[in-house]
């Protein structure tokens, strides 16, 4: 027995490598036959398919041929919508920070318009962004949840409604709409610089964000009073409604404020030179608008908080002052607009779309627009740097700067229709082939490199939810067991802001023993579970 199985060991030890490579083959072998069939079982449905459609519904099937624009489009849209949906899922477990917790104090026991009062005399003329903070804060932090992803879907539809609004009857008009908005929305949370602070932070998004989605639905009311004709009573009352909305939207933020004035004055200007001595709809809800932004801008510079504010900050330099700061900070703020390959790459992505886009246009743009877009654009970006240089002495806070990049991204689109339009004329190999390429490559190359950051940084805010919801867990059993003082871990958060710390004076300690009216002080020793 033991001879036998030593020369089967020894046959099996000489045959081993040739029974490998057979069985390797005979697998390989049977995935390739496999395979095959599957494919060619795919091509004969496809090929019974096109007969199939071909013979009874041909205008159909020629209305959806997907050719290389149109794969461009539905493509970006996936990509662009994947980095959507993990933003969305990363606000998800926002929670109360820093200044969330003196908002909600002040709203729960003033109310929403006493609160809102409050704050104007007392810190900051952002009366709109005051209402809202109110309003949140009696709603509790439990609908925290939920804010950020629905700020992105309600975003997106705006942004959807404005390039339905603005583009003419299209081929594939609510696909490349969608592609458009989808893609510029993905673009703005990449290339701002502080996009935790500007989207995911209540508090910091509430200021910015607002302002931006009421602009962009602005413009789609003014081309749908444009549309049509309306009585006298109807252009009043659409009238009051511009004056109102550009009321509301430039209390959210000085910055906005004082872009709405000069975007809504330079638009004016320009209708009033080509319909001088006609009265139209148009002009009514532009000067209409001009007036309540210009109203807005009032309130918000004359706010009595103002001084108690700018009493943190140095004294508001003179004009060359400001000037030469805004100028700074500006140019360092567009350097960073293009220190990383997927910024590029989303850029170029953006414009090689719009081009796409502006290739269907029939109607022929003025080639002097190739030099007045982006001219323009660079003016509105700068106008959003002045207010933080007068206030503060120094740069815009980063998060506020989602509004330069907002204008940024929009005198991007506006650009790249025009381009497009000039290059349909032509239909050479750059517009019907180049162009498509690159959006393709550009746009789902660099969406599919931020949603692995994205995914990746997952775990921050999962473990500081979860930290927090025990700490807030904590904090209530104390109270509610009779204790006077509590004392919490102290725990850096995602958003960069002040965290408690073991000062019982320092404002975040202040404002969280407000909210949970106990004292809170935050250590690094070890605590004790509560009783």
């Known amino acids: ?26 697998k390989l072998y049977q995935r390739f036959c496999v395979h095959f069939s599957a494919l060619t079982h795919l091509l004969t449905i496809n ?61 729960d026991r003033l109310g929403v ?33 939920a804010v950020v992803p629905l700020t992105i879907v309600v975003w997106l539809a705006a942004l959807t409604g404005f390039f339905l609004s603005v583009l003419p ?26 996009i935790r602070q500007s989207l995911y932070w209540g508090q910091g998004m509430r200021s910015v964000v607002p302002p931006l989605m009421m602009g962009t639905i602005q413009i789609v009311l003014l081309n749908y009073v444009r549309s049509r ?15 109102v909305w550009a009321l509301v939207a430039g209390g959210f933020s000085e910055t906005y404020a004082a872009f709405q004035v000069a975007a809504l004055a330079i638009s004016l200007a320009s209708m009033l030179m080509f319909e001088r001595p006609k009265f139209s709809n148009t002009i009514l809800f532009l000067g209409a608008g001009l007036l309540g932004g210009f109203f807005a801008l009032i309130l918000v ?26 100028l700074k900070s500006y140019l360092i703020y567009l350097a960073e607009l293009v220190h990383l390959p997927e910024r590029i790459s989303a850029m170029l992505g953006l414009f090689s779309l719009a081009a796409l886009a502006g290739l269907q246009l029939k109607q022929e743009m003025n080639a002097r627009l190739v030099w007045i877009v982006p001219s323009l654009m660079l003016v509105f970006m ?50 019907s082939t180049l162009l498509p390429a690159l959006a393709i490559v550009t746009i789902t190359g660099a969406a599919f490199l931020h949603s692995i950051s994205l995914y990746q940084s997952r775990t921050e805010f999962i473990d500081y939810a979860q930290m927090w919801d025990q700490t807030e867990a ?58």
């Open 47 to 107: 090929r019974w398919l096109n007969r199939s459609l071909d013979s009874a519904v041909p205008r159909v099937v020629n209305n959806m041929k997907l050719s290389l624009k149109t794969f461009s489009f539905l493509l970006t849209l996936v990509f662009s919508s994947l980095a959507l949906v993990l933003h969305g899922y990363l606000g998800h477990f926002s929670r109360y920070m820093a200044d969330d917790f003196c908002t909600a104090f002040y709203a």
């Open 301 to 326: 510079i004359l706010a009595p908080g103002n001084s108690e504010r700018q009493s943190f900050f140095p004294p508001p330099p003179g004009l060359t002052g400001i000037l030469a700061i805004s």
């Open 1 to 26: 027995k033991r001879y036998n199985s030593d020369v089967q060991a020894k046959y099996m030890a000489l045959h081993a490598p040739r029974c490998r490579f057979l069985t390797a083959t005979a």
């Open 113 to 145: 318009l006493r609160s809102t009062w409050f704050w104007y005399l007392n810190w900051s003329g952002r009366f709109s962004a005051s209402v809202l903070d109110a309003w949140m804060g009696t709603l509790g932090p439990s609908v925290l949840s």
């Open 382 to 431: 700068f106008i959003c740097f002045p207010p933080a240089a007068y206030g503060t002495s120094d740069a815009p806070p980063s998060r506020t700067l989602i509004l330069p990049t907002y204008f940024f991204l929009l005198g991007i689109l506006i650009w790249g229709f025009v381009v497009g339009n000039l290059l349909g004329k032509k239909q050479s190999f750059l517009a």
């Open 229 to 243: 004709e309306w009585t006298r009573v109807q252009l009043w009352l659409w009238g009051t409604l511009s004056f």
């Open 474 to 531: 904590s904090i209530l059993k104390s109270k509610q067991n009779g204790a006077s003082q509590v004392f919490i871990p102290v725990t850096q958060n995602w958003a960069s802001l002040n965290t408690p710390n073991d000062n019982p004076r320092f404002w975040v300690n202040v404002c969280m023993s407000r909210y949970y009216d106990v004292q809170i002080l935050a250590t690094t020793e070890s605590i004790p579970p509560s009783p």
């Open 169 to 194: 009857p299209l081929k594939n008009r609510i696909l490349i709409s969608f592609a458009l908005g989808s893609s510029s929305l993905f673009s703005l949370f990449l290339l701002t610089p502080d």
